[in-house]
């Protein structure tokens, strides 16, 4: 079982900078992909940017190179650096990861975690 713990999320003026951390603990062997999602109120939870075990990223099209993903796997944490924020921002921001555990038998199983989200808001 794997446990995920979001952090740095806060209060911040449009234009300012937030750096966000998601620790996993627990049986950490496996993990996968990560990925940072968000949802504002009213509205669904939508991906915002993601990391392969190899390091590939992708960002969704709204980053537009303001935020940005990294791993620190010796620490088991993910970051997510946010730069230029906008109000449009404001959301909880939540840490996602999957584990590849190996079955008896060859069989792979896949299993998925959320964090409890670390809410971020931007003033205008």
């Known amino acids: 079982q794997v446990q995920l713990a979001e952090s740095g999320g806060g209060l911040v003026q449009a234009g300012g900078s937030l750096r966000l951390a998601c620790a996993a603990s627990?049986?950490?062997?496996?993990?996968?992909?990560m990925a940072w999602y968000r949802q504002a109120p009213g509205k669904q939870r939508e991906l915002v940017a993601e990391?392969?075990?190899?390091?590939?990223?992708r960002n969704a099209d709204f980053v537009k190179g303001r935020f940005t993903i990294s791993r620190d796997k010796a620490k088991n944490t993910m970051y997510l650096q946010l730069d230029s924020l906008k109000p449009e921002d404001t959301a909880v921001y939540y840490c996602?990861?999957?584990?590849?555990?190996?079955?008896?038998?060859?069989?792979?199983?896949?299993?998925?975690?959320w964090g409890q989200g670390t809410q971020v808001t931007v003033s205008s």
């Open positions: 996602f990861a999957d584990q590849l555990i190996d079955r008896p038998g060859g069989d792979l199983q896949i299993l998925t975690y």
């Open positions: 990391s392969s075990a190899e390091g590939h990223i």
């Open positions: 627990g049986s950490t062997g496996g993990i996968n992909h």
